[in-house]
């Protein structure tokens, strides 16, 4: 379990009999809010149990542990007290539902609900297997104990991960990032319209040869740093300082150009 979410420290409070429960829950839908707040404070537990189900889910469980405790509210607010039901078990699927609902409205990529219950039965059937068998198990087998193709099971793990940004950072050192951009290449391009208007080819004259060849392959070729640093014998590191440096030498060739230009 998250430290962050034992480190809440939440409070102590006694479990409640079913008589107190539904006179809390009368007084509560009449609006007295010390009763509402006893039923909240004193269901904490049960919000904090159910959130535990959704570790490893991408979003923060304190995040989740509040939204679950909107889901306490509702139950509290909408709780029939003509059907001889207890509380705690119409208000799990109301908090359950909650935060299931946050979690498939806050993801940026937008995917089918039976994608997404495919994820979650996945996810459990994952942790259930972990339990079993000591270790991570394998996507034959995940598929196999869901009776389900192991396309499925690829496709609902792939929908259950975040997005990555393209400008996260990979790797850092002596403050020359290389973001997740750097590793990436589109065969479909073969110029880039930018250096053009510049015109870098004929700045490109005006520098070394590796410097001028790394910027071809950069930005002509669009060649990832990886494969440029494979074709150099040098670290991808390397090769991110030398591309900085060979931009900023064109950035200094431009400056007169530019003040020429203003006058």
Known sequence: MSSRLIEMNLP??????????????KKAQE???LARDRLVNCNLKLVFNLVKRFQNRGCDLEDLFQIGCIGLIKAI???????????STYAVPMIVGEIRRFLRDDNPVKISRSLKETAFKVQ???????????REPTVGELAE?????????????????APASIYEVLHQDDGDPIY????????????????DRLAVKELLRNLPERDRQILIWRF?????????????GLSQVQISRLERQALKKIRDLLKPAAGDENN
């Open 12 to 25: 102590r409070f006694p479990l409640l009999k079913d008589g107190e429960v539904r006179e809390l829950i």
């Open 31 to 33: 609006g007295d809010r």
């Open 77 to 87: 607010d909408k709780f029939d007290l003509n059907y001889d039901v207890r509380f």
């Open 124 to 134: 459990l059937a994952r942790e259930k297997l972990t339990g079993k068998i000591g």
């Open 145 to 161: 104990d869901m009776g389900i193709d192991r396309e499925e099971v690829v496709a609902a793990m792939e929908a259950a991960q």
């Open 180 to 195: 997740l951009l750097d590793q990436l290449k589109d065969e479909s391009v073969s110029d880039a319209p930018w250096l």
């Open 220 to 232: 002509f070729e669009d060649r990832t740093q990886a494969d440029i640093a494979a074709r150099l």
